[in-house]
């Protein structure tokens, strides 16, 4: 079945330690992937995408995630994070081919940032 | 980025009640929108696939009836939830597809007593 991975529910790390956060995805094809970060009670902000080409990807807030085809994982990372990073994120796929299009979100990360 | 907005952000209403929600893409045209409902510490569930003009798609279990929703223009979609009850208390998150990703409202905590 098709699905999107994230197998840490719970993530705590200390302020300027390195952050990595897991996905992996089954699909047959590349998808389209993701990652949105949630503060609590707000909605989702993008932080970075893949569509092709070169595989590490940056985003926004110091972010960025690295594409492997052989491992079917996009996985975030941060080199040093901050307390303000303390939030949800959340994987996410669009399949590339078909009609639906919509966005199918991995299960989610929570982040504890310890000062 | 481009914005989208949600409208109101929290409500609260008694059971039995009807509850709108707006969601407003604020610098783009949207002709397909989605609804989320999202429980404590869970991911964001798709409830529906709203496309301007015509009947919105709902995903499987989702009641039709009672989650009516409304696409009149590029610009809004409307979440209704009819005759609510308690168990219908969540976080409703609209999301309208842009040229490349999709983008994400604030959200509506909605809460029946």
């Known amino acids: 079945a098709q699905s999107v991975t994230q197998p840490d529910i719970h993530i705590t790390v200390s302020e300027g330690a390195s952050l990595e956060l897991r996905c992996n995805y089954s699909y047959g094809a590349t998808p389209y992937l993701f990652w949105y970060v949630q503060s609590p009670g707000q909605g989702l902000q993008l932080l970075l995408k893949y569509f092709s080409g070169d595989t590490l990807v940056q985003g926004i807030k110091g972010f960025e995630a690295e594409f492997k085809r052989s491992q079917s994982s996009f996985n975030l990372r941060k080199p040093s994070v901050h307390w303000s990073d303390a939030a949800e994120y959340f994987c996410?796929?669009?399949?590339?081919?078909?009609?639906?299009?919509?966005?199918?979100f991995g299960s989610g990360t929570q982040l504890t940032v310890l000062p | 980025g481009a914005v989208v907005s949600q409208h109101p952000s929290w409500v609260i209403c008694k059971s039995g009640t009807s509850v709108k929600i707006e969601c407003r893409s604020l610098?783009?045209?949207?002709?397909?929108m989605f609804w989320y409902r999202q429980f404590p510490k869970q991911s964001l569930m798709l409830m529906a696939t709203s496309n301007e003009g015509s009947k919105a798609t709902y995903e499987q279990g989702v009641e039709k009836d009672k989650f009516l929703i409304n696409h009149a223009s590029l610009t809004l979609s409307t979440l209704t939830v009819t005759s609510a009850h308690p168990e219908d208390s969540s976080f409703y998150i609209c999301s309208a597809r842009g040229p490349s990703v999709q983008y994400f409202g604030p959200g509506t905590r909605l809460l029946v007593l």
């Open positions: 610098d783009f045209q949207a002709t397909t």
């Open positions: 996410a796929v669009v399949l590339t081919s078909g009609s639906a299009r919509q966005l199918t």
